[in-house]
Nanobody, 127 residues
């Protein structure tokens, strides 16, 4: 069973930056993709970014393209999300996810396609 644990959330003013981390533990089947999602109160879970572990190719939602950067360190099994130019509308609980099969790029931002999830970390951006 794959265990994912996020960290790095917190409170920041608009225009600021945060870096989220997600560590993978446990008996890991081969993980092909990892991704970041967020969920604000009353809204559906939104896909933000996904990455192919082999090769590092990434894909972003339009809402975060140019502001957020996803990366993965295979040596430490850690996924990162660098978030710059944060806006109040970025306030949400942020989740990392992992897939044990290769997802087509059109599926990377669909929460139903992922196999494992972390517990989430809160990000609050004040104006």
């Amino acid at each position: 069973q794959v265990q994912l644990m996020e960290s790095g959330g917190g409170s920041v003013q608009a225009g600021g930056a945060l870096r989220l981390s997600c560590v993978t533990n446990g008996d890991s089947p081969h993980i092909y993709n990892m991704g970041w999602f967020r969920q604000a109160p009353g809204l559906e879970r939104e896909g933000l970014a996904g990455i192919y572990i082999a090769g590092g190719r990434s894909h972003y939602a339009d809402s975060v393209k140019g502001r957020f950067t996803i990366s993965h360190d295979s040596a430490t099994n850690t996924l990162y999300l660098q978030m710059d130019s944060l806006k109040p509308e970025d306030t949400a609980i942020y989740y990392c996810a992992a897939a044990q099969r290769a997802l087509p790029s059109t599926w990377l931002l669909l929460s139903s396609k992922w196999d494992f999830w972390g517990q989430g970390t809160q990000v609050t951006v004040s104006s």
